[in-house]
C-alpha cells in the first residue's frame, strides 16, 4: 500500500518560512525515480511546484526557483520542500506526489495547506 504523509503546513506572514515534509512509503521511497511537490489554489490548476529524482535532481516552477528547495532523505523515506520569502501567491493547498513504476499511476497525499497572510 503506498502511503504519503505531508505535514509541516499553516498560517505564515508574508517572508517567512516554511518547511513540508512529505512521509512515504519504505517500501516504494527507494524505487521512484522522481516525487514532487505541487499546489493547488480553488479556481485554479493543480500546479508542479518542484521535483526532485532519485539521484537527487530538481527542478521548479519559475514563480518559486530560488525560493523554495526540494530534497530527500532516504534513510527517513521523506522528502522536503524549504520554502522561503514566502509570498500571498503562494498560498495553496500543497500536495506530495509521486509515480508508482510498475502500477504506472500517481500517489497523492492528502495535502497540507500554506496560508501566507499578515
Known amino acids: 500500500q503506498v502511503k504519503l504523509v505531508e505535514s509541516g503546513g499553516g498560517l505564515v506572514q508574508p517572508g517567512g518560512s516554511l518547511r513540508l515534509s512529505c512521509a512515504a512509503s519504505?517500501?516504494?521511497?527507494?524505487?521512484?525515480?522522481?516525487m514532487g511537490w505541487y499546489r493547488q489554489t480553488p479556481g485554479k490548476e493543480r500546479e508542479l511546484v518542484a521535483t526532485i529524482t532519485r539521484g537527487g535532481s530538481s527542478n521548479y516552477a519559475d514563480s518559486v526557483k530560488g525560493r523554495f528547495t526540494i530534497s530527500r532523505d532516504n534513510a527517513k523515506s521523506t522528502i522536503y520542500l524549504q520554502m522561503n520569502s514566502l509570498k500571498p501567491e503562494d498560498t495553496a493547498l500543497y500536495y506530495c506526489?509521486?509515480?508508482?513504476?510498475?502500477?504506472?499511476?500517481?500517489?497523492w497525499g492528502q495535502g497540507t495547506q500554506v496560508t501566507v497572510s499578515s
Open positions: 519504505v517500501d516504494i521511497f527507494s524505487l521512484v525515480n522522481i
Open positions: 506526489n509521486l509515480f508508482h513504476p510498475t502500477r504506472r499511476r500517481d500517489y
